[in-house]
């Protein structure tokens, strides 16, 4: 069970922190700013109550491979209709896809829990199988709902028919480097405009926790339960803001402060980036006789930065990519978000495969690092990076002048030299039209059940420490000296497991936060 959700919060990843363009900016006209939306007294905005969800296939047709597996694992799959713009309940509309794993209990279970994996841009109809997976015996009270947020999956999906699967890269060595990977942004972001202009507005995430009510609502229920990993932590926050007093029992894991986020998710992440590409070095060298990388630390960094100058004097290539330097170490960061010994393992090969390029010899990818490979380098995952910065873009704009992004790049760089030209670079956002909405000022006090690890390289562990602080009723269970990025149901540490199990159980908070020992 640990594939989808792994998948879920390292794609989050690189999704995470979209990239910007910092040269002259897009003219597109900038929508006025609208004020929030205001719920009703029961929390929901006005309009009529969405009918109830007709269950049905999830396949469409014989060549749905996809929907064919969700149906021979006993899920089935609906639509919810809402407005493709809230604010106006009246006008245009759009239909989510959702899916249902249904609760086996007796007296009928606890109602709805919702599964969100993160991203943005993430699918979600599988879900409910990976999250009845870690849930044990807990699953039979649950109705385990998945939904294909808006403008992913079969949500109204948006693709801007881009040349790569995610905006995010490395900015490069100096100036030249940084206007030509500004550029790049500049045209992802026009492409977005052309191809998907008109609904851009609202692929938000107000617009999505709203979408969530709806569901909510089609299910008859007066609460839902929730499970947020990445940005689905955010997600969650919005939505118990604007829907006061409908979430239930809600799991946040990877935890993004809402006072953070924005176009940059990746901006604060920097050190933590750091220490985990330092902490797979170490555990490289350790194991110096099957990898031949370097005896300590600093030995094999030494080599990744030797693959670095070798890309950006000339592109690598693997099979069909050609690999520069404003890709080489995306593919590193994009590795970081496990600490298992399979995953480091995996880079320590990728890492040989690269050298070999870099050699000159005729490489063919593994498998994993063709994975990444593809998602970065070709279209077939255009979809998802499109999805991706719609949201982001849409919530939060980039405005600052493109000396004031290199300036602050170059600071960043030189702190943090190998993940601050990443997650300090522009993004599609410099060049996305101003969001319609203000960002969400979160003071909500429901009682949650945070998860983080202390390494966290995606969602830095100070940002559960933040969402904790203002929370008192909350609990936070922590899992020590890991760089895992979303960890229950996916690590398979027992402490954490145990834990959140027992609350979701129950909906008993453990009576303090709690700190695991990885396994």
Do not use: K
């Not at 107000?206 to 499970?227: I, N």
């Amino acid at each position: 069970m640990q594939r989808p959700f792994r998948r879920a919060v390292l794609v989050a990843l690189a999704a995470t922190a979209a990239l910007t363009a910092a040269a002259p900016a897009l003219a597109v006209p900038a929508p006025a700013l609208r004020d929030p939306v205001v719920p009703d007294e029961t929390g929901t905005p006005a309009g009529a109550p969405p009918p109830e969800p007709l269950w049905g296939d999830c396949a469409r047709g014989p060549q749905d491979t996809r929907g064919a597996r969700l149906d021979a694992a006993g899920l089935r799959c609906a639509e919810v209709t809402v407005p493709v713009d809230h604010a106006d309940p009246d006008g245009p509309t759009l239909t989510l896809a959702v899916s249902r794993l249904a609760a086996t209990a007796d007296d009928g279970g606890d109602g709805p829990l919702l599964v969100n994996g993160g991203g943005p841009g993430g699918r979600g109809l599988h879900l409910p199988l990976d999250a009845a997976a870690a849930l044990g015996e807990t699953a039979a009270r649950y109705d385990l709902i998945g939904m294909d947020p808006r403008g992913i999956g079969r949500s109204a999906p948006v693709d801007c028919g881009w040349p790569t699967g995610s905006s995010v890269r490395s900015a490069g060595a100096g100036l030249i480097d940084f206007l030509a990977a500004s550029a790049v942004q500049r045209d992802l972001a026009a492409a977005c405009r052309d191809t998907a202009g008109p609904l851009l507005p609202h692929l938000t995430t107000r617009q999505t926790a709203h979408d969530l009510d709806r569901v909510r609502a089609a299910l008859g229920a007066e609460r839902l339960h929730y499970l947020g990993y990445s940005y689905g932590s955010y997600l969650g926050q919005v939505y118990g803001q604007l829907h006061p007093g409908r979430l239930g029992r809600t799991v946040l894991d990877g935890v993004m402060d809402p006072e953070r986020y924005g176009a940059h998710p990746l901006a604060d992440t920097t050190a933590a980036n750091e220490a985990a590409l330092r902490e797979w070095a170490a555990w490289t060298a350790d194991r110096h006789g099957t990898y031949r990388l370097g005896r300590d630390a600093d030995a094999v960094l030494g080599e990744v930065d030797r693959l670095v100058r070798a890309a950006t004097a000339r592109p690598l290539r693997l099979g069909d990519h050609h690999v520069d330097h404003h890709t080489l170490p995306v593919l590193y960061l994009s590795a970081l978000g496990t600490d298992t010994d399979a995953a480091r393992d995996g880079l320590a090969r990728d890492t040989l495969a690269l050298a070999r390029a870099a050699a000159g010899r005729a490489v063919t990818p593994p498998a994993g690092l063709d994975r990444r490979l593809r998602l970065l380098l070709t279209e077939e995952r255009s979809a998802f990076g499109s999805a991706q910065a719609a949201v982001l873009c849409g919530d939060a704009a980039d405005r600052r002048t493109t000396l004031t992004r290199y300036l602050e790049l170059r600071a960043e760089s030189a702190r943090h030299p190998f993940a601050g030209p990443v997650a300090g670079n522009t993004t599609p956002c410099a060049h996305w039209p101003e969001p319609r909405e203000p960002l969400t000022v979160v003071d909500d006090p429901t009682p949650v059940l945070l998860v983080a690890a202390t390494g966290d390289p995606r969602t830095s562990y100070d940002h559960a420490l933040a969402v904790r602080e203002r929370r008192p009723g909350a609990r936070l269970v922590t899992l020590a000296d890991s760089t895992q990025h979303g960890v229950y149901g996916v690590l398979g540490n027992r402490c954490v497991d145990e834990a959140v199990n027992a609350y979701l159980a129950t909906g008993d908070l453990p009576a303090a936060d709690l700190r695991c020992t990885r396994e």
